[in-house]
C-alpha cells in the first residue's frame, strides 16, 4: 500500500474531528508565498499548501508527498518551525488539529496537479491572512508552537 492509499491519521468522536497536518511554506525567486484554498471556499481561505498526515508516513513525508500531489514538484532543504495547534467548528463539527509546518526549497514549475484547488503567490507581507492562523510567527522564528483557541476537551 503506498502512502497515499493509506487512510489519514484522523479519528472522530462524537462532534469532534481530531487530525495531524503538515504544511510547507514556498517561496518562489521573487520571495514571494505559495498559498491554495479550495475553489469552493471564499477569498479569505488561503492557506499554506499541505494536507493530512497519513497512517505510517512521518510529518516529513507527508508534507512531500502533499506537495507533490498538489503542485507536480518535489521539495528539499527541509527546516522544521514548529506546530499549529488548531481548535475550530465548522457548522456542527469541532475540529482539533496539530499542523506541522516546514519551510522548504522547491525544483521545478509549480503546475497544479489538484483541480478542486486555486493556488497564487503572495507577498509576504500578507502573512498574517493566511491560514493556519498564526503561522507568521513559525516562519519568522519568534514561535515554535502556536495555539490558536485550544481550550481543552469539556464533557
Not at 484522523?10 to 505559495?34: A, I, Y
Not at 479569505?44 to 507527508?62: D, F, I, Q, T
Request: proline share 3%.
Amino acid at each position: 500500500m503506498t502512502s497515499s492509499n493509506r487512510p489519514d491519521v484522523t479519528f472522530h468522536m462524537g462532534q469532534l474531528r481530531f487530525s495531524v497536518r503538515c504544511s510547507v511554506f514556498l517561496k518562489n525567486d521573487q520571495g514571494e508565498l505559495l498559498v491554495q484554498k479550495k475553489k469552493t471556499d471564499d477569498d479569505a481561505s488561503w492557506a499554506l499548501p499541505g494536507g493530512r498526515l497519513k497512517v505510517g508516513e512521518s510529518v516529513l513525508e507527508g508534507a512531500r508527498r502533499e506537495i507533490v500531489e498538489e503542485f507536480g514538484v518535489q521539495t528539499f532543504n527541509h527546516r522544521f518551525l514548529g506546530v499549529v495547534e488548531q481548535n475550530i467548528t465548522l457548522g456542527e463539527q469541532r475540529i482539533h488539529e496539530h499542523n506541522y509546518l516546514f519551510s522548504a526549497e522547491f525544483s521545478g514549475e509549480i503546475v497544479l496537479c489538484d483541480q478542486t484547488l486555486d493556488w497564487r503567490w503572495i507577498d509576504p507581507a500578507a502573512i498574517d491572512a493566511i491560514k493556519p492562523a498564526g503561522c507568521a510567527g513559525l516562519l519568522h522564528g519568534s514561535s515554535q508552537m502556536i495555539s490558536n483557541g485550544f481550550t481543552g476537551l469539556t464533557s
